[in-house]
């Protein structure tokens, strides 16, 4: 490489061309000429990036690369399972009781509901009532449906025929509990035909 190098040996200045390896080189031998340098102007030289270093910067960008891909990843599946917890909490709180039902069993339901707002009945006897030309006229499976996705305390209910036929006539116990328990009647098992009449006071 070649320099140029500006020297004095005290009462001189002198500028020199030099070839040499670096810097360093090139002011020893201006220096063996009994100059000593005071400027010194080489070529400029672009610095090279080390192959490690360029190593190392792929390194962290690929890094990165993938880390942002495993957080897109984490991301979505974490997405995915929020979605899905939702949608089972969803399903979970719905009506239990309306799923599955069709049009005619809802509105059976519907009906099914009035009726014991109004009246006590057994299970068989609600389901005449929804089934019956005379009553409401759903299908006999429409009505059984509706009535068996009710929630509904059947002796409770013969305790309230119970005290309804006594409201309006005088029954004895065994006399009311066929009232209560035959087909004729409100069509109560004999089992809570029985209780619902015990609760009154014509058992007592």
Partial sequence: MRFQIKATNGPEDKAFTIDAVNERDAISKVKELGYQAYKVKGPKVKKSIPLDKIAWSLSIITIALIGG???????????????????????????????????????????AKQYLSISGFSRSGLIQQLSSDAGDGYRVTDATVAVDSLNVDWNEQAVRSAKQYLSISGFSCKGLIEQLSSNAGDGYTVSQATYGARQTSACK
């Fill in 69 to 111: 891909w495993i957080g897109f990843e984490m991301f979505t599946l974490a997405s995915k399972e929020v979605s899905e917890q939702l949608s089972e909490e969803k399903e979970q709180t719905a009506p239990e009781r309306a799923d599955g039902l069709t049009g005619p069993q809802r509105n059976a339901l519907r009906s």
